[in-house]
Structure formats: C-alpha cells, structure tokens
C-alpha cells in the first residue's frame, strides 16, 4: 500500500442523539453525510459507532493526511451540524489525531462491537503508550474469539488517546476483558494518563476506503 493511500489521520467527534431518533440518524449520517465525506480530497473511510439506550457516539472520519483532515473540515462540518440537529443531536467534543495504531484482523464491517477508551495523557510519553499498545495489547487481541480489529489513536495537541477494539459479538467483546483490562490500565500509566473512559458502542455504518491488510 503506498503512503498516498493509507490513512495516517483520523478526525474523532463526540456525538449525542436522542436516543429514540437513532435509526433516523443513522439513515440521514450514510446517505447524506458520508457522500459528501467521499467528495473530499484525501478521505480514506469513516465509521459510525453509538449506544441506542443513551444516545452516545463517534463519528471517526480517516484522512491521507493532516492537510487533507483540516482542509475538509470546513466543507463538510455545516452539512454534518444540519443532520444532527434535524435528529435532536448535537457535536459534544473533536479530536484530531494521528492514526498511530491500525491492525485489520478482519475486514471492517457494520452490525459488530467496539470497546473504546479515552484517556487524558502525556504528549510527551506518546511513544511509550504506542509501544505498549503494538508490543503487548495487539497480540493479545489478536488471540481472543472473535476479534476484529485494534486501533490506537493520539492527539498530538492535547496528549488524549483513544483506543478501540472491535469484536464480532457483544459477548466476545465481554469475554475478552479479563485478557484486556490490566494490559490496557497499563498502556494508559506508560503514556502519562490516570484512568480511562471505557464505552462499549455497536457499528452502526463502517466503510474503509484503503483498508489495511487483514493479518489473521
């Protein structure tokens, strides 16, 4: 794959909808929304995740470039306001991260689970946190039923990361945290942070335009 075409940026938004208006949401993100994310110049694929019983959610947009992810945003972010607020949601936060970690272990694909964690961190103890996620994390995964994919994101700006896994079933994902919580507290301490976030979402829409190579 050259370096045009893979993804080495990823602008991450908050979401909150009624939780009632999630169908109509969902429906209004892929066939009004996406499109126009497709237009733009240096878009490599998006994904929707959320929760229907609260109404949380992330919109995660991949970019072949940082210039590509700023360049877009002001052509795409109106049209994007416009659809949530017609299903009662709004945008809560934005991150513009690196993509610092992306293993493919099956092909994306919408209808499974993801875990994400967010974590406040040192910017300057980056690295040591993408270590631990590559070296210790990614092989655990890896080995565990039903695993999808591992993605590790960074906010070079704000020292935030986020890290996701996706599991073919909810009860994968379950059953895959005892191998997961104590490797994942300590990627958090290696990169300066305290504690994480952890949120458990479904893949609503998921459509990688340059996906990498699916490794199992």
């Given at each position: 794959m050259s370096s045009e075409q893979r993804a080495t940026h990823a602008r991450v938004v908050r979401l909150k909808t009624e939780p009632t208006n999630t169908d109509k949401g969902i429906k209004q993100w892929t066939s009004e929304f996406f499109p126009l994310l497709?237009?733009?110049d240096g878009f490599r694929g998006a994904t929707l995740v959320g929760n229907r019983k609260t109404g949380d959610g992330?919109?995660?947009t991949y970019w072949e470039s940082e210039e590509a992810m700023k360049n877009a945003r002001p052509k795409v972010r109106p049209q994007g306001e416009t659809i949530l607020s017609q299903s009662g949601g709004k945008i809560v936060d934005e991150d513009e991260c690196e993509v610092a970690v992306m293993e493919r272990i099956q092909p994306p694909k919408a209808g499974v689970f993801v875990r994400v964690t967010t974590?406040?961190?040192?910017p300057a103890k980056h690295a040591e946190g993408i270590a631990q996620f590559q070296e210790k994390i990614v092989p655990v995964v890896r080995k565990q039923p039903g695993a999808r994919t591992a993605v590790l994101f960074v906010n070079r700006k704000t020292g935030r990361i986020i890290g996701a896994t996706g599991w073919d079933t909810e009860q994968d994902l379950q059953k895959s945290e005892a191998a997961m919580a104590g490797l994942r507290d300590e990627a958090i301490k290696k990169s300066g942070g305290k504690s994480g976030k952890v949120e458990v979402f479904e893949v609503?829409?998921?459509e990688i335009l340059t996906p990498a190579a699916v490794t199992r």
């Open positions: 497709k237009k733009q992330l919109s995660v974590a406040e961190a040192d609503y829409f998921t």
